[in-house]
């Protein structure tokens, strides 16, 4: 609960700080937009990391129960590594699109 209570806490200082400080003129929206995006790929590169570790891991214990299929367990977690990582370049993408475009 006190990590929580400090996250929100530290979440709302810079939130307020970027708008406090900001130059005349600025948009907020576009500074609302930057945070959000921000996050978005926070969580995205996040997840993708713990499915990449939990992919390696599967792997690893694959190999050690059966060395003979060590081969094609490499080559699929090699595939599957891809498939994760293509998501957080989707992520970006979005990101990047939302920030910029819309």
Do not use: H
């Not at 978005?40 to 792997?59: D, P, S």
């Amino acid at each position: 609960m006190k990590i929580a209570k400090i996250l929100f806490t530290t979440l709302a200082m810079v939130l307020v700080a970027s708008v406090a400080f900001a130059a005349e003129g600025a948009d907020p929206v576009m500074s609302a937009k930057a945070y959000a995006t921000a996050i978005g790929m926070g969580i995205a590169a996040g997840l993708c990391g713990i499915g990449q570790g939990m992919g390696v891991k599967g792997a690893c214990e694959g190999i050690a129960r059966n060395p003979e299929a060590g081969g094609q367990l490499s080559t699929t977690l090699i595939l599957g590594l891809a498939f994760i990582e293509s998501l957080a370049i989707y992520a970006l993408v979005v990101n990047l699109i939302l920030l910029f475009v819309v």
